[in-house]
């Protein structure tokens, strides 16, 4: 496999990890509603908490991890694009 | 003072804007002690605002095609993101928002999650593959990609669409507020709003809106989160609302049980006279409504949401505007950031209006007391006489009951820190945060039209010997063309601003999401199986749009529909986007395989270093 090749093969199983998180904070979560909501958090019940704040705060950090990673697969195949440019 | 070029001076330039914003607030403020009247605060607040966006817009003039089209490929990531967020974030999402979490409950927030999670879809499968393609416009990528006039036009035609609705919904929004902050028509409104829309827009294009968006979103972020906390910690909510209103939402929990959650029927609502657009509390604010179906219709529109957010092209085209793939990729973290900020506080300025109106406890509780008291209140009368609040007895006990009062989802927004207390400076400073929310989208979405149809029909395909001179006054040219047809549309009120909103993400989500991923992500994909895909997906949308919305079905067939499977026409992309994706599929695997030349952009748009796809100047 050639170096392109490699670097597209983790970039794309990067990408499956990624969107089964989102997957999880914005689908799954959200089917089981009302079990949830018996939960608390914060004082909270938990599936109004969740869908007011926590998912959305979940895909801020998926995000910031996200693009941290792929910018280390982007180095390990020498891709990586100077900081100034 | 400023050494080095204006990038570098970046974060020095807009510190000073936001510490002069500051002691503007503070002068109004002072001005408001010393008896100067709401009204002129209020003027002085929208017309300070505009004017510094009309400056940096007339400052950021250029000649040049590349800072027209993409602001020169300079933008650093989280003043990107700070332009996106504010590019983003509508007047819908400014004024609307809460209002709509504190009417709909629980089942409304689906937009939140929609409307943030669609930036992992972005991250993830689009930016920074289209900025490495380094496309001047959304069509450009699908003309390029797939290759060929008839494909690029079918793209504009889908982005002409979803842009278009959406403008007309700001524009009405930008009307609106200027109307109530300016105390003139709504018509003058929408005319004055779309001259400062312009002003930003026309002289820079790109760079002109990249750089007023940054301003814009300083001013409505400052003028959201502010009333929040202040309003927080004055009902003794605590000094961070978003950590500390548990009790609060429990505390409503408790009175809606107390004055009961009852439906009225829409004969008694007719015979008091409720005017058009009010609600009342009829749901729970924190309960999840039972049952398959109420899940499917949470999860359909969250869907619709994040998948039409990562479709929207005024979206995706501010990721073209930095330095690098890297950069791209980074600032749509950084927009997602800047945009939790705001929508994470929507649900907790609802629940603070909602326990200031309601908790008998409080000075401000209007829920239970005598309907004549209520009346006399200084706020309630003033928004009364122009129908944005009413009171009906029902029962005709004299007592205000919950289902007795009604009001417009925006005052929530406009009228929370009046009715909170708070000085009427805030209140300006909530105008001017309204009309920096409306106008940033509404130059966003004017300039993803104009460029897509100066770039991608004029130079590409009617005249692509044009020189530069000719190209950007054919952009502008359309630029004032759109900006006028939008606003003479808005000016007719249509719809309410929500619809429309969500009607623009399902449009791009039928017609322009599959296209895109598969541009990227499947090798495979031909120009025939994309224009299939993007004809089949954008038809069977609208058709079904017609037949589910009842003010079209009624003048059509004569009679409304019944949702199909719960999908109303806030979700219509739910019919459109499938076939999209199957006709697409099909077809590209009934046709010849993509030449060389395209499988190797492809590749190289996959790649993170090096020069972009298509040349610098195309």
Redesign the interface.
């Known amino acids: 496999m050639s170096n392109?090749d490699a670097?597209?093969a983790k970039?794309k199983n990067h990408?499956y990890v990624?969107?089964a998180l989102?997957f999880f904070?914005?689908?799954v979560l959200?089917?089981f509603?009302?079990e949830?909501?018996t939960m608390?958090f914060?004082?909270?019940?938990l599936?109004?908490y969740m869908?007011?704040?926590g998912?959305?705060?979940a895909?801020?950090i998926?995000?910031?991890w996200?693009?941290s990673k792929?910018?280390d697969i982007?180095e390990e195949f020498g891709?990586?694009?100077r900081e100034d440019? | 003072m400023f050494k080095g070029g204006f990038i570098q001076n970046l974060p020095k330039i807009y510190g000073l804007y936001t510490g002069g914003f500051a002691v503007f607030i503070i002068l109004m403020a002072i001005a408001e002690s010393a008896g100067v009247s709401a009204k002129n605060i209020g003027v002085m607040f929208v017309a300070f605002t505009v004017g510094i966006y009309a400056f940096i817009g007339y400052l950021s003039r250029t000649v040049q095609v590349d800072a027209y089209y993409v602001a020169g490929r300079q933008v650093p990531t989280v003043f990107n993101g700070m332009a996106t967020a504010a590019d983003w974030m509508s007047g819908a999402s400014f004024v609307a928002l809460a209002g709509g979490?504190y009417f709909g409950g629980?089942t409304y927030?689906?937009f939140?999650?929609?409307w943030?999670?669609g930036?992992?879809?972005v991250?993830?499968?689009l930016a920074?593959y289209l900025r490495k393609f380094g496309c001047y416009t959304v069509p450009d990528f699908i003309g390029t990609r797939y290759g060929g006039n008839f494909v690029r036009a079918c793209s504009v035609f889908v982005l002409f669409i979803a842009s278009f609705t959406y403008v007309t919904a700001q524009i009405n929004a930008t009307g609106t507020i200027a109307s109530r902050a300016l105390g003139i028509p709504f018509e003058a409104g929408v005319w004055i709003g779309l001259i400062s829309i312009l002003i930003c827009s026309m002289l820079g294009g790109m760079r002109a809106v990249t750089w007023t968006q940054v301003a814009q979103y300083i001013v409505l972020i400052v003028a959201y989160l502010l009333p929040v906390f202040w309003i927080s910690s004055k009902v003794g909510g605590g000094i961070f609302p978003?950590?500390?209103?548990?009790?609060e939402?429990?505390r409503i929990g408790e009175l809606e049980q107390q004055f009961g959650l009852v439906k009225n029927s829409a004969a008694d609502m007719k015979s008091a006279g409720v005017p058009g657009g009010l609600k009342y509390i009829s749901g729970p604010h924190?309960?999840?409504p039972?049952g398959a179906m109420?899940?499917w219709k949470?999860?359909s529109l969250?869907?619709c949401m994040?998948v039409g957010t990562a479709s929207l092209p005024h979206i995706l085209m501010r990721y073209f505007t930095t330095?690098?793939?890297?950069?791209a990729?980074?600032s749509?973290?950084w927009s997602?950031?800047f945009i939790?900020l705001l929508?994470?506080s929507a649900?907790?300025l609802a629940t603070l209006s909602k326990l200031s109106l309601m908790d008998p406890n409080l000075a401000t509780g209007i829920i239970g007391k005598s309907i004549a008291d209520v009346q006399a209140i200084e706020w309630v009368q003033r928004w009364s006489e122009v129908k944005q609040v009413f009171i009906a007895d029902f029962n005709g006990d004299g007592i205000l009951q919950l289902n007795e009062w009604f009001m417009r989802g925006d005052v929530v927004v406009l009228a929370t820190p009046e009715v909170a207390g708070l000085p009427f400076v805030i209140s300006g400073l909530v105008f001017a945060g309204g009309m920096a929310a409306a106008m940033s989208t509404a130059d966003g979405l004017v300039l993803a039209i104009s460029n897509a149809l100066s770039h991608d029909i004029y130079y590409k395909i009617i005249d692509p010997k044009a020189d530069t001179t000719k190209r950007l006054i054919v952009a502008r040219a359309l630029l004032v063309i759109i900006g006028v047809a939008g606003a003479y549309i808005a000016s007719f009120r249509l719809t309410s601003i929500l619809g429309s909103v969500a009607w623009a993400f399902d449009f791009a989500m039928s017609g322009l999401f599959f296209p895109l991923v598969l541009g990227v992500w499947w090798k495979r994909a031909t120009r025939e199986g994309a224009i299939a895909g993007i004809l089949t997906g954008i038809t069977s949308g609208l058709v079904y749009l017609l037949y589910v919305y009842p003010k079209f079905s009624v003048a059509i067939w004569g009679v409304a529909h019944d949702p199909w499977l719960g999908i109303d026409h806030l979700r219509f992309g739910m019919i459109g986007a499938p076939i999209c994706l199957v006709t697409m599929v099909v077809v590209s695997l009934m046709t010849k395989e993509p030449d060389d030349a395209t499988q190797k952009m492809v590749?190289d748009c996959?790649?993170?270093?090096?020069r972009p796809v298509i040349s610098k100047q195309h």
Request: glycine residues 8%; hydrophobic residues 50%; proline residues 5%.
């Open positions: 392109k670097h597209w970039t990408m990624t969107l989102w904070f914005s689908i959200f089917m509603g009302t949830l909501n608390s914060l004082g909270y019940p599936a109004y869908t007011a704040q998912s959305l705060l895909f801020v998926i995000l910031f996200c693009t792929q910018e982007d891709y990586g694009e440019d | 979490v629980y927030m689906a939140l999650v929609g943030t999670g930036y992992v879809l991250a993830t499968l920074p978003h950590l500390m209103l548990g009790d939402v429990a924190s309960g999840v039972e109420a899940v949470y999860l969250a869907i994040m330095p690098s793939v890297k950069a990729r980074r749509v973290a997602l950031f939790f929508y994470s649900p907790m590749d996959r790649v993170p270093s090096g």
